[in-house]
């Protein structure tokens, strides 16, 4: 399942993000469907690692104001790994290498098309399951 969280500067482009799924198919859970002003982006980063962690093969994405809150909060969660970049070939490296589970996106630095794209890598990417990956990635916890 691919879960949705953002806090109110990551509402609009998450609806946005939410109208894409829809029109691929891609079945979401949206853990913070209303706009709540002023809240603030721990507790929704809280709602999603908490997802992740009923929902081991779960993947998510998380939207604030620039997507650093949340990749900051999102990573105090052990089984947790976050990414948080502009660039798609670092999602796809952070899927391939890292087994990143949430894609972290900015609300008001990144367009729509642009959290398209870095989406549809990081869904799309399996991680590498080489060795020496995932000994580096147990040795995070
Ligand atoms: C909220 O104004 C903003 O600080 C928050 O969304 C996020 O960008 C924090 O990292």
Redesign the pocket.
């Known amino acids: 399942m691919i879960y949705l969280a953002s806090?109110?500067?990551?509402y609009a482009l998450k609806e946005e993000l939410k109208k894409w799924l829809e029109r691929a198919k891609k079945p979401y859970t949206d853990l913070t469907p209303e706009l709540v002003e002023g809240d603030d982006?721990p507790d929704s980063a809280k709602l999603l690692a908490e997802a992740l962690k009923t929902d081991s093969k779960g993947r998510g994405v998380a939207l604030?104001?620039?997507?650093?809150?949340?990749s900051?909060a999102l990573n105090r969660y052990k089984w947790v790994r976050a990414v948080l970049s502009t660039k798609r070939e670092v999602v796809r490296l952070s899927r391939q290498h890292n087994n990143s589970n949430v894609l972290c996106l900015?609300?008001?630095f990144v367009t729509y098309k642009k959290a398209i794209a870095l989406t549809k890598v990081f869904l799309a990417t399996p991680f590498s399951d080489d060795q020496r990956h995932v000994r580096r990635i147990e040795k995070l916890t």
């Open positions: 806090d109110h500067a990551g982006y604030c104001g620039t997507g650093v809150g949340m900051i900015s609300g008001r």
